[in-house]
Structures are given as C-alpha cells and as structure tokens.
C-alpha cells in the first residue's frame, strides 16, 4: 500500500494497463489527467460525449484493448448513449463519469440526474465508487469485465460532478492485473471427444459452410479460420463484423451475409446444409431476421458465451470457448484425417461469386457523373496500402463497403458502425490512434458526417491523420422510397415544402475541412479518385475527400429465399 491520491493512482493504473489514450469532455478527474502528463498517455479532449465514447470504441476494436471514455456527470447520459454501439459491437470500452455526492442526494445538487440506469442496458457492470478506498479494485473489476469472456462497455461513476473524491489521499494499491490488458485474457478449449463429434458430424453433409462473425476478430482468429476452412476444403462467409477474417479474393470466401450483404453469399447460406457459426451472435442483421439460413437448418455454433449458444437457431451442436484456440484443435486433428470431398459443392459457390461479380463489374467500373458509389468503393479497394483499416458509417456506408470493397490482403482490416449513424467518423478517429503507423480510410454519406463534423478541428488539433471519404449525394437518399411511400408517390414527397424532406443543401467538404485545419480534396471526376487517394494517404495529415456522388444510386436489398435467383 502507498500512500497516493485517488487521481494519481486512476493515472498509473491506466499506464500499467497499456491504455495509450483517453477521450473525454471536461471536467472530469482532472487531477488524473494532469498525473497522465508525464505517462505517455494522450488526452484526447473531444467537441461532445458521444464523440468521446465512439472514439474510445474504434480504438477498443483496432487494439482490443479497452477504451477509455470519461465525462462529468451532467454528460453521463450523452456517454451512455455512446455506449450502444460498443454495446452492440461487443467492444471494451470502459466509461468514467461523475456522480452526485451522497450527502447532496435528494436536494437538487449540482447536475443530480439519477442517470445510472442508463448505463444498465448498455453496460457488462455498471458500478458506483463511493469511497477512494474501493477505485483500485473496481477499476480492476471494470477491465476484467470489459475484456472476459464476450468482451463490451463497464461504466463506473466516481463520487462527485467532476469526480472528486480522487483527489483525496489515502493508502491505496496501484497493483494491475495484465492479464486483462487484451482480449482475450482466456482461451478456453474443448475436449477432444467434442472436436471429433463436431468434424464427424460435418462430414455427414454435402454443403457445409462457415459463417465468420466478430468473435473470429476480436479473438484474432483470422489466421486459423483460414487454415481450418483450406483444410477441409468449406466456403466461408462472413458478418459485417467478421469481415476481413477471410480476404475477399480467396477462392473459399463467399463474401459478407446478412442485411448488408451480397447476394451470391446469403444464396450459398441459404443453399448450404450445414451452417458453422464462429463467434457469431446469429442476430438479425447477420440472418436477415433469421431468413438466412432458415430455420431447421443443421447448426454448429462456437462462441466464448455460452448463453449465445442456440439463441436463435436450435443448434445440433455447441462448442463454448475461444474461436482462435478450437479451430486450432479442429485443424490439428482434421489433418490427421480423410476429409468429406466437397468439391461439386465449393464449385458451385465459387459460380455464385463469379455471377455476382460479373453482374457489378460494370458498376464497379462505372465513369459515370455524378459518381456511383461502387466506383467509390473499388477505388478505396485499389488503393488500400497492404495494412490498411477501411471503417464504415452505418446504412448505405455499411451497404457500400461491406459488399462492394476488397480486402484481399491478410493485414487488410475492417470496422463497422454496429448501428448509429455518425459514429463512422469519431470511431475511425478512435482506430486511428490505435494503429497510428497504418492507413485508415473512413467511408461516410453527408448525412452521418454532419453529426459529428466538429471532431475535424479533434483530428487536426491531435494530428490524428486518418483519411475521411465522404459519398456527398446531398441527400439521406436511402429514406427517399420511405418518403416516396409516406406521401403516397414520388411526385408528392419530392413537392414538399419547402423542400424534399431528405435533400441539403449542397455544401462542400473540402472547404470546410480546410477551414477546421485538415487538408480537403474535391472530386467530381470519378479518374481522379485513385489519385486523391494516394495523395491522402501519403499527406500524413487528416484528409477528407469530399465525392460528389449520384443522389439516384440505391444499394441493393439483401436477397433472402422468397426472392427469385439471380440478378
């Protein structure tokens, strides 16, 4: 025990935990900021709470390492709102707020909401420190569960608006618990018996496949799932999260499944007889509300949790543990076997890709004006350094992106909005500081970009160089059928007044980059993407590249059984 203040232990906990930054809106625990002075640990000050909590979330899933959000307490409910994404996403975040003072309770003290509820539904452990004597060994509970088991957001709430109880002194234990630095901390296997049930089982089918979902990331399996798949020769689709745990040119991958999909792979899930989920949630999105695969469909599933297990789909069998140490047991034994031949059924598959691919190429390649964003998208493909992180905003972005770029490098990476539109551009700021040394582009529409733009003057202020793509239509385009439908035609919604309830004002972003301090790029010309590219991504500055692009392109509706094949 040494004899410290609550806030210069906070600082030295958080350094001997590895944490590189902190994002937060002050006043909060100012005393441990000063301490993180001399620590190495940047203190990123951020224009709002949610920005803070996105950036602490795409810093957590670049390093999977908890991220560090804090705000007083009259911000804590804009931080738990930040939280849902990371929520959603399994990320670990862990959330610092302000608190009211027990004695003030109930008297209208300065900024008292009761707002730890919020944080229940979006937290693993939502816990008060009341007393300096406990933020030791809650801080140590909060990145034990922040990184245990299916990793996600903790939130402690330190006595006092601003956190003032650590300023106090008192005999307190610095001690850290590095097994908690990462995730995983645990990779629990299963018994033997269990890896020859499920790969005897798997031989008993004609068309199996894998469907690959952020567990396979978070716990850094990307390597083994390859080897498992190429060794019993199985195609592989993955969810949004999970994309990039499969490059896209390898002859097994199918591509992304689910709402922001392609149609070749949700058609091979919903072809295959055997579905394998790898540290997938089997949630609606990946399913397309649980149309793909349909249910009766034989179900292997994997997870670290084990309530996941069979949630959605009554599994024939479960495997509870981690992702990257059991396909490592599933390949070691595979390879001392003779495998199932599924040749005729990979071959059909791979004709699934290849018609899917033939069908866009056009798209891809497209020289119109206003620009398509699959032309878009294919020039990010092109241009992506070996090592590059794509992070994508929700909607459309998510449409774009998880369909149409190629991540055919193995260091090729990617990070997705798990649903609140806005979150693309901090949560890239956020993987950007995680993996300052590589190229991260972040994919955004106009309308998301506008919900945090002030966080341009952040990446400037900080040199957060990470390279903005922004798909400007000048619209929310993807609410127009909804719009259209609302009014009962196209004609009525596009004369309302005073103007169409889902069109801007055409606006500029590079000019308004420059004027926050970045560097900004305008392009209309879709020949002039590659070299805008490559001269962001060798700026070492933070870039946004505004793209004029067609208000009129519409991403494709995720196919599911009820639709007719093909294109």
């Known amino acids: 025990m040494t ?38 640990i940047k203190r990123i000050m951020t224009h709002g709470e949610k920005s803070a909590a996105y950036m602490a979330d795409g810093y957590a899933r670049a390093s999977r390492k908890p991220g560090i959000c804090m705000s007083q307490q009259i911000g804590g409910s804009n931080l ?21 003072p ?38 140590r509970q909060a990145f034990r569960e922040a990184t245990s088991g299916s990793p996600g957001p903790v939130h402690l709430e330190i006595r006092g608006p601003h956190g003032q109880i650590a300023n106090a002194q008192a005999d307190l234990n610095p001690m850290v618990e590095k097994r908690y630095v990462k995730t995983p901390p645990f990779r629990p296997m299963v018994d033997q018996a269990q890896i020859d049930e499920v790969l005897s089982f798997i031989k008993q089918y004609k068309k199996p496949i894998i469907v690959a979902g952020g567990g396979v990331i978070a716990s850094g399996a990307e390597g083994q799932l390859k080897a498992f798949a190429e060794q019993l020769q199985i195609p592989v689709a993955t969810s949004l999260n999970g994309k990039a745990s499969m490059p896209d040119n390898h002859p097994l991958s199918v591509g992304v499944v689910g709402n922001y999909s392609r149609e070749c792979a949700n058609r091979a899930v919903c072809e295959a007889d055997l579905v394998f989920f790898i540290g997938s949630k089997t949630g609606g999105q990946t399913t397309v509300d649980w149309a793909v695969p349909q249910t009766g469909t034989a179900v292997i599933q994997l997870d670290i949790n084990a309530v996941e297990l069979g949630r959605n789909y009554p599994n024939s069998m479960s495997l509870n543990g981690d992702a990257k140490a059991i396909l490592q047991q599933l390949t070691t034994t595979a390879q001392q076997e003779k495998g199932a031949d599924f040749s005729a059924w990979l071959s059909h598959t791979q004709g699934l890709v290849s018609e899917w691919r033939k069908h866009f190429e056009p798209l891809l390649k497209s020289n119109a004006t206003p620009i398509r964003p699959e032309r878009i998208c294919q020039e990010i493909s092109n241009a992506l350094p070996a090592d590059g992180v794509v992070v994508s905003d929700t909607g459309h972005s998510g449409m774009w992106t998880g369909a149409m770029i190629q991540l055919n490098q193995p260091g090729q990476s990617y ?153």
């Open 102 to 139: 027990t004695h003030a309770h109930y008297k209208n003290g300065y900024q008292e909401v009761e707002d730890m509820s919020q944080f229940d539904s979006v937290t693993k452990f939502n816990a008060r420190v009341e007393d300096i004597s406990r933020i030791p060994d809650l801080l």
């Open 415 to 567: 990070v997705r909005c798990a649903g609140s539109m806005g979150w693309g551009f901090p949560g890239a700021m956020g993987v950007k500081c995680a993996l300052p040394d590589q190229a991260v582009v972040c994919f955004t529409g106009d309308g998301a970009f506008y919900y945090h733009i002030a966080e341009l003057e952040t990446a400037a202020r900080f040199n957060i160089n990470l390279v903005v793509v922004v798909n400007n239509n000048g619209a929310l385009n993807q609410e127009i059928p909804l719009w259209d439908s609302a009014y009962g035609s196209k004609e009525a919604a596009a004369q309302a007044d005073p103007n169409p309830l889902w069109k801007f004002e055409p606006i500029n972003f590079a000019e308004l980059a420059e004027s926050l301090g970045c560097v900004g790029i305008r392009v209309t010309d879709p020949n002039e993407l590659q070299g805008a590219l490559k001269k962001a991504f060798s700026l070492n500055a933070p870039v946004v590249i505004d793209v004029v692009s067609d208000i009129n392109a519409f991403a494709k509706k995720a196919w599911t059984p009820k639709d007719t094949y093909g294109y």
């Open 80 to 100: 738990a709102a930040g939280l849902r994404d990371a929520y959603m996403a399994s990320a670990p975040l862990i959330a610092i707020t302000g608190g009211p």
């Open 3 to 40: 004899q410290m203040t609550g806030s210069r232990l906070f600082a030295e906990m958080l350094r001997d935990y590895e944490v590189s930054h902190v994002f937060y809106i002050p006043a909060i625990m100012l005393g441990a900021i000063a301490e993180m002075e001399k620590m190495g």
